[in-house]
Structures are given as C-alpha cells and as structure tokens.
C-alpha cells in the first residue's frame, strides 16, 4: 500500500533548513517548447551524456552516455547471437579500390570518407612533425565495410555447405558529415553492421526481414519506442541495396527519425566482389547477401522520445542504474545508522533479476545538499531514487521518487523490494503508452495536396520547427514525387510494411495506387 | 563412476565403415618441436581465429577468435567496474599537435602513425578516385589515447571532488609495425586502455599496482597463465611513463610474452595537458596519471601457453563453447532418437552455471564424417566433447572426450551433468600447473656472465629459436647492462615486484646489488 508519508514534512524543512538551492520550474533550459534543438543539446549535457571533442565531428561518449550504449549493445548482441549470428572483427582500413568495386556504393560516400594517405610522421623544415611514408594505395577509414567483408566472404564461401554465413561486427565507422550534432549525426559513430551472405533470394529477403524485426522489437520493448516498420522509397535507398527496409520513429517535435535499417543487396555486391559458390548440383551461383546497422544514433531517438523539461528519463531496461539510493541524515551518528540501512537495501536490490540483468542500484554517498543531489539524478534519467533517513528506519519504509511522476511516496521497504521489478516495467510500459500517444496525436491519413502542404506548415512562425507529424498518403514512388515533396523539406519516411491494400490517389500525382506512405520530415 | 564403455567398440566399427580419413598422428603440421612459430600460424588457421587480411598488417578476427576476445571483454570488464571504473568512448583521430604535447611519447609513436591528410575522394585525372579535401591538420589515428583522453581530463577536473577519474576504454588502435604476426602484432589490435587522475602520487601509484593485480589475476586465474609481475627498466619503459609494471608470461618455446602493462604517468601528462585541480585548502596542484592496458595480443599468449600438436587448448573459462555434443546415427530413425536426447542434454547443459555465466554448449549436427567432426573440435580447442549414440540411450549414458587428455571414456548422463563444472574446474586447473611447471623447469637462478650467455645460446643449430628460457639475475639497470645484453638479443624481461633482498653481484656490471631481475628473448 502506498502512503504519503510523514517525513515529507521532515524532508520540506530539511530542504529549507539545509539547501539555498530554489526548486527550479524546470532543470533544463529552454523548454521542448521553446527551442527543442537546442533543449535536446541541453538535456545531452544535463545527463551528462557525451560532449563535443576537438576533433571536428567527433564525440566524447561520457559514462552515462557509454552506459546507456553498453546496455543497448548487450540486449542486441543476445538478440542477434539467439537469430543464429556470430561476431567477427574486420580491418578498420579499406583500400580505395575495394570502396571502388560496387559503383553506387562508391558514390555514397566517396564525399565524406577521411583518407589515410602516409604511415609515419618525421621532422619538418620548420621543426614540427609533417606525415611521410606515402601509401602505394590510399586507405578509408571504413565508412561501412559491405566490402572488405564482401572480400573476405568470397574467400569464405565456396560451396553451399558454407551457407548461410551470418556475422556481425560491433565497431566504429566514420563519416565526414559536415552539421553534426552528438549522437544524431557525428563524423565518427559506434554502430554494429550485420553481414549475411545467403544460397538462396528468399532467404536473403527472409533474413533482411527477421532483423527488421528485431529492431522493431528491440526498440518498442526494450527502448520503449514505438515504431514503423517499412521499405524506404527508391531516392532514399542504401547505395548500392535492392531493397532498404527501416524502422522510424517520431521524436517529440513531431520529426521523424530514421532508428535502423535492413539492406536486401540482392546480388550487386556478390557479383562486384566474386562471393561464388558451388550448389548442390555441382553449379556455380553467386550469392545473395544481406546488411543491417544501428548505431549511437539510437541514444539520439531514446533522448527524444522520453525526456522532459526536467531532463533524461531513460526506461528502466535502458538505465545504466535503475535505481539510486540516497541517504538523508544530520550528524554523524545518523549517518552511521542510516548508511547501513541504505547499503544493506544496495546489496538486496542487487539480487533482484530484471529481464535476464541483474537490478543495478547505487548509493550516492556523495556530500552533497539534498536538493543537488536529487535533481543530479532527474536529470540524468534515473528511474527510481530512493530516500531514506533516520525516521524511515524506525517505521522500516522509504521515501520513493520515480522519474515518470511529479510526487514521491513512501513505502514500507519490504514492499518496495518485492514490488520493484513490477514498478520498473510499470514505467517502461507507460513511457511506451505515452510515446505511442503522441505518434498517434500527430499522424494524420492526408489525401489531398493542399492539405499535406498545410500540414507541413508551422502555425506559429516563431516555432518554425513545429509542423504537423506524419502524414500517411496512398502515393507513387516516382521522381515527379520525390519533386513535389522537396520544397517542404518532406520526404517519404517509408511504405509500411502494413498495409490495407485498398485503392485510392496518390497526393502528389493523381495516379490510382493501393500503396500507403508515411511521409515527415526527418533528422 | 568413470568406466570404459562398450560403445567403444561400436565407435571404432563406425569409424573403420564409415570414415575414409585416417586418424592423424598429429593434426598440426609441423608440430612445436619442429618449428614453432610456423606451427604458431598453423594453429591458428586450424583453430579458424583469424586470417591475414588484404589491408597490410590487419587482420580479420573469425568467430571463434573473437569468440575468445569477447570472454576477455566479460570478465575484465567485471573486474574494471568492480574497482571503480566506468567505460566511456573518445575520438579514433588524435590531433598531430596533441601527439606533439609530450615529447618522449611522440618520439615514441611518431615513426608507426597511420595519418589521416583528407576528408574526401573525388575523380582524378586518370578516371580512378583520389584524395581531396586537405585537412588543415593531419589526424593520427589513435596509436593509444593519453593525449585525447589528457585534454578531456583538462576539463574534467577542477576540484580535488572531481577525483579520482577512473576511466576505461575498449577500442581498436594502429601501430604502424612492419614485420607481423597475427595476434602477437599487428598494425590494428583491439584493446581496452584504463585512464585515471588522482590527486596524490601515492594514490595513482596504488591504483597502478592494483590493476597491475587485476591482470596477473585475470592471466592466472582466467587464462591458466602463470604470470611474473614487475616494474620494466629504465630502456623499456612506456614513452612518458615515470614507471611502467608489467606481467611476463613463458611461452612454450621459452620465450617471454608481455601480457599486459600498467603505467604510472607521475604528472609528465598531467603538466602537458594542465590536468590541474583546486585541492581542499585552495592552491593549485597537478593531477597524477595512470594508463594501463591489455590487447588482442593475450589471444596469441592464450594459444602458445597451452596448445599442443593437435591444435587449440582452451581453458574452459577462456572458451566460447565448452561443451559440443555430437550425435552418431546410423539411420534416420536413430536420428531422430539420438537427436532428441542430445538436444536434451545440450538444454539441460545451458541451465548450469560456470564462474557466473552460461555453461556454453551447442550440438553440432552439421552432416559430417564422425572422425572429421572430431578433429574439427579437437583443433578448436573445445576443452569437452561428448557423443551420444543409440547404445548411450539404453543405457542413460555418454563418451567423454576430454581436450587435456588422449583418451575417451563413458559415464552415465546424470553424472557427466552433476560433475560437469567441477570437470571444467579440473580441466583449467591442470592446464595452469602444466603451464607453471614448464615455466619453472625453464628458470634458471644465474650468477656469472659465463653461464648467462651459454642459458641462452641454442644447444641445436637446426633449432635456433630453442633457449635456454628465463635467467633471474642480480643487476643493475644502467646503459651498460642493456650493451651487454644487445648481441645475445636477451632483454631484461621486469624486476619482479616479489624480491628477497638479499645482496649478489650484478652479472653484467660486476656492481653489488639487492635487485634481481627476469630476463629471455622475447615477442
């Protein structure tokens, strides 16, 4: 039973008595409101979550940050060893020439690749240290590595008894965007990169699909966001891909973002780069292969689909820490109690599973004013904090605050304990409630042109970033399309896989089509 | 109760009528006696951990290889976070001037730096790709992060209350080395490097030896390595470093591997970078540093402290697998049967836990001859495999091939799973003393020059790389001493934190002294 709880009043003259820190309205400035861009720059830095490095481009992942990336990566990697693949490692270098091979592969991103080009440095005319020691052949810093994989499958694979081959590689990629913003769009990022290599065209679809759904599973159940499942459009294709499915998600500026992709390659790589193999009859077939990636920019779309105006609010099974422990005492004979109360409650939380992990809790300890304290962990997003003092040992309660509610309470510690894994998917599953919420607040069915473009259109010119949502449209992939959309900035986000296979009339063009579109504007 | 089975019979039958392989002696050729290092490489392709890649120097890290490495990753990132450290993620690129800050460490790297001069490709003149966009700067990329993680660390610590900074990171790193060996060198590794600040000496230098404390831990107790911790001299000291610890591993052709190191920085970087803080009475002090790390390189000192002629041995908690069951059928009804139990016991299996994690097992039911299936798990290393036919199923029993031993054995089902994890304990524990008795029949306490020279000459001209093995002497770390050693190509491999102070005379200066030193060729 839940109890507002006497020692509130102790806590509100504590407060008064021990802090000269005012509640703030809002730890964060600005408001989502008022500026989201620069509220998403502010909630990165509130949680202390990663920061700008004097390299052009790149981010420094802090802790909390690296945390959050640590927990993403152990859900997956399970995810993807239980669907059959293994990890590998491959060369962080690609030889121009392989990037070469694939012609539209090249293309995408010959403008953003950072080239090594010599492999030492040696004393200047001008005293400092120049590069010396040219390379024969430039190398890449792999931007994705479709190729140098690609190289060693064709080595890899020489009959079908060597198929299917299913790796993955967790690593850093690098790509020389020139806007950049920390975890969204950074000139080096960590990602994984499936790679598949397959005998047969429907199980090369089969597999792109399957981790398509991964992806969708990982980020509704464990991320908490929900998301569309689709095939991206013609213009918005993986260089070099077939078929490009995605998972999108909206932030809450009503943007859409783009939170992983599943590439069907068909065989355009497995004929660039000779991937052979004799079949059961003794021919010779090329193969069909497979890639699929999510990246840092996962902890991107997390930020923007919970935080508040007061911070991070991270879902219980993305928490680095699910909950903090915070001890309340005046002098030194309190504290002695009090400590141990709260290290014997770390050390019992500690035994507690939650989906498969053990429950992570800590005792900031740290001698800090109260009111420093809580907000530090608001605003890094911790799920549970958890206060007690010398009253609540007498009565053997605690005082509860959860990050997805304004009020604490306290409790009896024995059903806080026994509770806990229950309160934590409590608030997993209403930060999906709400997110799903608001996709479905702003996403409109439009069938008329003038009312796409309105839908598109800010009311309010002071807020230029704020429009409508997602607009689902029966359309027709076709450049005359892709022209009409990009005035408004607007692009097709992707043709869900869900479809009703009625008629009706694409927006941009009038032709009759059964397809359905969602169409946003994107990170 | 272990006992001889009558399916070896059975067994023997079915491989006489159904396998055309012939047992081989040895399954690696050559063995270690005849050439060990190219035995080395042939262990390596048998076992299938990693491959020379087409980028000079770099390798490909296969399944099972990386299989290896992410149970290094596990365990030592459960040891890092339980002394206090967290995991964060800096740039790959390091800024020539950054490199330039510390003057021994640039001279240190200089002359191996993979340098970045560009940001794009654009077509050539000749119809090929070439570099373009000079950047104003060359990026290196990052040989180790002192420098990038020192400047983070600049603005990071303020105040006495910002420390200790207890970071650590895995990543990859490039040395540009020229002569390689997959594992023991190569121009990219994979490594985690620990970084921290404190505000006294005494505390960075405890912090040092601790993880120096954590590695030997990790090498004897994970690996079944036996390790010698100590301080390296003067002329092998990390660039920068005032001290650098390190553990020495035995090989089994006598050399010495450096298995890991741990550096005390003193302020050297600290004053280079302005890692300064405010202590508690107000004046400024410079932070003290340390740096500390373990590479892919342990991979190669796994495979050389305990492989033999027929490939891999793996300590059961180094191994990605411990247990492979392998079905033996003759007709599909005995298939379905056999399959079914196996499937059984592999799930069963899966419930157990070894050192906190997972027992690893897995059917392999891929349709191979029975001797081949075999040898193909005896080359990986697998520390147990067990066969189950349909006799085993009358009987409720299995055929244990142990990886440490020649020969197999039956034993009811019920026992091989209630004794498993002690057998995986035994199996690890025997593979360490094996070690540590090579190790001690291969040292030898030596006192005159005469004797020194002769320990590591070559008895066998056809055998060049056969030494003596490890010589502890009395000696003096001075120029001199290094001199005397360069013809013998012998290094001093640490002065052994474990001395017994009593006095000698130096056996290559003739000084008294109290220090004794390791010395051996080495990796």
């Not at 429950?359 to 962990?377: A, I, P, Q, T």
């Amino acid at each position: 039973m839940i109890c507002w709880h006497p020692d509130v009043e102790y806590r509100f003259i504590n407060f008064l008595l021990f802090s000269s820190i005012p509640m703030p309205k809002n730890a964060i400035s600005p408001t989502r409101q008022k500026d989201y861009p620069e509220w998403y720059q502010q909630v990165v830095k509130a949680a202390d979550l990663a920061e700008n490095s004097p390299v052009r481009g790149c981010m420094i992942i802090k802790p909390w940050g690296y945390g959050i990336w640590e927990n993403m990566q152990r859900v997956l990697d399970r995810m993807f060893k239980d669907t059959g693949h293994e990890n590998a490692y491959f060369p962080v270098f690609i030889p121009k020439s392989f990037l070469e091979k694939e012609a539209e592969h090249v293309d995408g991103f010959a403008k953003e690749c950072a080239v090594v080009t010599h492999h030492r440095l040696e004393p200047g005319p001008d005293g400092g240290l120049v590069p010396a020691g040219e390379l024969e052949e430039p190398l890449i810093v792999r931007p994705t590595s479709e190729t140098i994989i690609g190289d060693a499958f064709s080595r890899w694979v020489q009959s079908y008894r060597d198929l299917p081959l299913k790796i993955n590689q967790w690593a850093n990629v690098v790509r020389w965007e020139m806007r950049t913003r920390l975890f969204l769009r950074t000139a080096e990022f960590l990602w994984q990169e499936g790679h598949t290599a397959h005998a047969t065209k429907q199980e090369a679809l089969e597999e792109t699909r399957m981790m398509l759904g991964v992806y969708a599973d990982f980020a509704e159940n464990v991320m908490a966001m929900p998301v569309i499942k689709g095939e991206k459009t013609a213009g918005e294709r993986f260089p070099g891909a077939d078929v490009t499915y995605s998972i999108e998600a909206m932030m809450q500026d009503r943007k859409a973002l783009q939170a992983g992709t599943s590439h069907f390659l068909g065989q355009n790589f497995s004929k660039a780069q000779e991937i052979k193999f004799q079949d059961a009859e003794g021919g010779e077939s090329f193969a069909w292969t497979t890639s699929w990636g999510v990246s840092t920019r996962l902890i991107g779309a997390l930020i923007m689909s919970h935080s508040d105006d007061d911070g991070l609010v991270l879902p219980p099974r993305m928490a680095p820490r699910q909950v903090v422990i915070l001890p309340i005492f005046k002098n030194d004979e309190e504290k002695a109690k009090v400590m141990e109360a709260c290290k014997a409650l770390d050390k019992e939380l500690k035994t507690l599973q939650y989906h498969g992990y053990r429950v992570e809790s800590f005792v900031d300890d740290r001698d800090l004013r109260g009111g420093e304290k809580k907000w530090y962990h608001v605003k890094r997003g911790v799920p549970i904090r958890v206060e007690i003092g010398p009253r609540d040992l007498e009565k053997g309660s605690v005082f509860v605050g959860r990050r997805d509610q304004p009020k604490s309470y306290g409790i009896s510690q024995a059903e806080f304990v026994s509770t806990l894994t229950d309160t934590l998917d409590e608030i997993q599953n209403g930060l999906y409630e709400r997110a799903l919420a608001m996709r479905a607040e702003h996403t409109r069915s439009i069938k008329s042109w003038d009312k796409f473009e309105k839908f598109f259109t800010p009311k309010n010119k002071d807020q230029p970033e704020i429009h409508g949502g997602f607009a689902e449209c029966y359309f027709v992939d076709c450049p005359e399309t892709d022209e009409k959309l990009k005035p408004l900035k607007v692009t097709p986000r992707c043709i869900p896989l869900d479809q009703d296979n009625e008629e009706g009339y694409c927006v941009f063009t009038g032709q009759k089509t059964k397809v359905k579109g969602i169409f946003g504007k994107s990170y």
